[in-house]
């Protein structure tokens, strides 16, 4: 493929699909949109087109949203009241073009086989993965210091998982001056947690001192805070849950006893939408020039 | 003094006097309070009173807001909405009451000389001023966080002073991955800024690469960021201004040509107003130990 | 076993055996130990024997040092002029001990197997290996400092390798205000050194900018700085060497032409033989406590 | 002064001043030097005079070691078997020759104005005094590195004093994972201490956890490490003493009861001569520029 001058076609997805389709543009790259009707910021390197079928039009190169639909019928498309529908999308589209989405499914995966579209899941791109674990961390961030009355600087914090996400969520709380405990499973990351200065403590064992902490964030996608460890907790204690749904607490039960839970989701793309397009577009960049497709 | 068996009045003020009152009566003081009727939490440790003069009543030491007045004429409570006339503060009130209060001015030394009351201006503390710069810096962080659509790692960050906010405000930044560039005006003190790892410019040459920076954050309190210096600005770039008053821009030819600058005032009572509240504490009970008053 | 009695035998290694032997004496544990006849310091919780027989007498568990041989017929013992043949370790030892080791060969598992012993290279204990990272990072770092006229703060740095040395190494190095630069293979790896602030290059275009370097610390066990690399070097520049040998030096011809190549090998035990002894004690009682063996 | 075209010449001092006097030259200034005949490397861009009347001949600017003397009658001058006489430099040398020297007395004030020079310590430069922190902290973290058996990583530190010197190091030393007590005299210092992270204790009641340290780092100049408080200590604790002679230390006393402690001086000048003299260019060169001679 000639990547220096295929033509993108950016369809819906939020306002970090805005920003890959601008910053595309702005690197001279012809790229072509649909779906960003009600955005408040202007694009400026982009091509605003009045229908899909405009905006697929010469396109080698199709990205759709993250992800690429929430009520598998329609692309997800926040900022415009039409509606796409899936297949609408795959409609007279040239065999080879490269399709690039966000959770594909297998409905995607037979309309791209039949279209002979090249499907691509980019959140299946590790550098993305990786990359995202920054906005990811800074929104968590953001999120505790607004719903706390204190400083994260000198609170007892404790972090659940020492995964990409756990390990660089907990090196910003402590730069930021907060006591950090790091809760894993295994030996081994136990031991790589204090390697970089944390206290370190098995996940089993964390109902011991689970009363003390200010504020947890967990990335554990399995049910950790449960109806018993919830007994156990401090309910001024704020848990900032990052882990995939259904997450790792029992929601519910945390809203019965009045305990604050929140379920903090897709945080690149809420609270560094720029940054997020930023990762997704270089991460397809990478991809496309390794031809791993 | 026996400052162990003390007993004290808290009148008025926001949420972190609400903390500071109940923070002392943890600590196992009396504490009777007047002012706090529309305050959300509840206090446990205080004594509600239902007028000043029964939350004054036995109190050897008064507590009044920061500032402690808006409008010269009656205590800061934003909290309830009957008025508390100054000089009600000081009727009756024993002589040697100890009275602490934020920004004190001339009415009020007049008024605590007349009823041989021993006045202390609790921001003249260091100690407060000292501790207050981190709530400071992660209210402006947060702010930061909130206002941009980027990450703060890798963005570039300009911080105009070095002076104990504008420095732990730079650690911070730079411990969350941001490049910061300090300005200030004496030699000395960009050699120090330096020797913490930071680029550092005088600040006479700001202009030069001002429009390269997504963040300034200003702690100098003179007109910095004026007419021909936001002329010279990229107008996606955000100013968070943390001088006092009247701050160090140029408000409303920043807003005349679509740049978005902030005034970030009295952070530490909005943004951490526990923590506040106990820095508060803390060096009001210092004082008194010393016997500094 | 019956991990609370077990008695231990500590038979020749380094300084640090003879602190891993003191720290299980201080831990309650019965030690005894052959080979520190020449040690410098004394040891205060292990009875020193006169034989190895002695030593061994009564010890359900045998550690042997790092690596148990150098010369493939005798053990390793730096702090005794006696010698101490390997087949002499396993005679008369009963069925079932346990006999710790690092560098296990063919030979010791054959005399193991013979003497129906449990034989465990520690070397293979991932726990070790992880918090070994930490005296290997601050060893390599002694280093550099003793070896250069120049501060680390300010100085360009490249880290070769972004394996568990390379990121806590790099870590350390911007921690004390250099430039770091990761150098590494991989797209992902790279992303993760930029997650966490580094420049990050693809190692394969290390000749580029080569020439820059203050210092490199090179963690990659491959031919990196070969004979046309080294042409491209600064010959002030500094290479600390931490990969196993053949290293990844073309040592000689550094020599050659006058650049200082420093190939550093087993800094846990060198720069911190405490540190290293308990991170080994702690490993050999985890693996014990766990029943892995 | 026209300072571009001015003319430098550098007589005696240690490694630093050989590279003060080649950064000169590097810079595109004409530089003589007397001094450094037994210098290890070569200076490539600075004459090498015969005699102090050669290097002299022609200079605008003469730099003297620091200090300037070490007996009081010749120049301090380590690299050279020769000797100066202090008077021998002022011989026929013009008025408004500016002559920088480190720690002036009388002597050389007397001579300067007989011989109508400018004379300027350059001790008494902030920036100087400032940037030399960064080598000092280092040259004193290498020291405790060379000298002890653990990792700094997880070991008990107190840094006795908080000014420029002791608020680096402790910054260092934390990045380094190492547990930080800052002990200072003043309370609003320890409130910065605290701002920055460190657990900070009056230093008055240091005695009470004295015995739990790995290493003290003193930066206060009185003698604190006296022998009632080296009574307390763990004789195992290492003492790195950064004070002005005399010292915060009982030297003797500790050697008695065999405490190491290290008086560590001049650390800019040995463990980091190119940074040192680097900073000690800037500094001249930013006293010429500006004039404040």
Redesign the interface.
């Known amino acids: 493929m000639d990547i220096d001058n295929i033509k993108f076609s950016v369809i819906g997805g939020d306002?970090r699909f805005a920003?890959l389709s601008d910053g595309l543009g702005q690197k001279g790259y012809e790229v072509s949109c649909f779906g960003f009707e009600e955005l408040e910021f202007p694009l400026k390197y982009t091509v605003k087109c009045p229908s899909v079928a405009d905006a697929k039009s010469g396109a080698g190169c199709l990205i759709l949203p993250l992800p690429y639909t929430k009520d598998g019928v329609n692309i997800n498309t926040p900022f415009t009241k039409r509606k796409i529908c899936i297949s609408e999308v795959f409609e007279n589209i040239p065999a080879d073009t490269v399709v690039f989405a966000g959770k594909c499914d297998e409905k995607l995966t037979s309309l791209s086989q039949n279209s002979k579209c090249r499907l691509v899941d980019y959140m299946d791109c590790?550098?993305i993965a990786?990359?995202n674990?920054?906005?990811t961390a800074?929104g968590a961030?953001?999120i505790a210091?607004?719903e706390?009355?204190?400083?994260?600087?000198?609170a007892e914090i404790a972090v659940c998982g020492f995964g990409?996400v756990g390990a660089?969520l907990a090196?910003?709380l402590k730069?930021?001056?907060a006591n950090v405990t790091v809760y894993a499973r295994r030996?081994?990351v136990l031991?790589?947690a204090?390697?970089?200065?944390y206290k370190a403590v098995k996940i089993q064992n964390i109902d011991r001192e689970v009363f003390k902490f200010d504020i947890i964030f967990n990335t554990v996608p399995s049910m950790i805070f449960s109806h018993s460890l919830i007994d156990r907790m401090n309910k001024k204690t704020l848990i900032i849950d990052l882990a995939s749904l259904p997450g790792g607490v029992d929601f519910p039960y945390a809203e019965a006893v009045g305990l604050k839970a929140i379920s903090a989701l897709s945080l690149p793309g809420k609270?560094?939408?720029?940054?997020a397009g930023e990762i997704l577009m270089n991460g397809i960049l990478?991809i496309l020039r390794k031809g791993q497709i």
Chains 1, 2, 3, 4 share one sequence.
Not at 148 to 154: A, I, N, R
Not at 271 to 275: F, G, L, R, V, Y
Request: net charge negative; glycine share 10%; aromatic share 10%.
């Open positions: 306002e920003y590790e550098d990786i990359l674990t920054v906005p800074e961030i953001e210091m607004k706390t009355v204190f400083t994260l600087h000198g990409r660089i090196y910003k730069s930021l001056g030996d081994e031991c790589l204090r390697a970089y200065g609270c560094a939408p720029k940054s990478g």
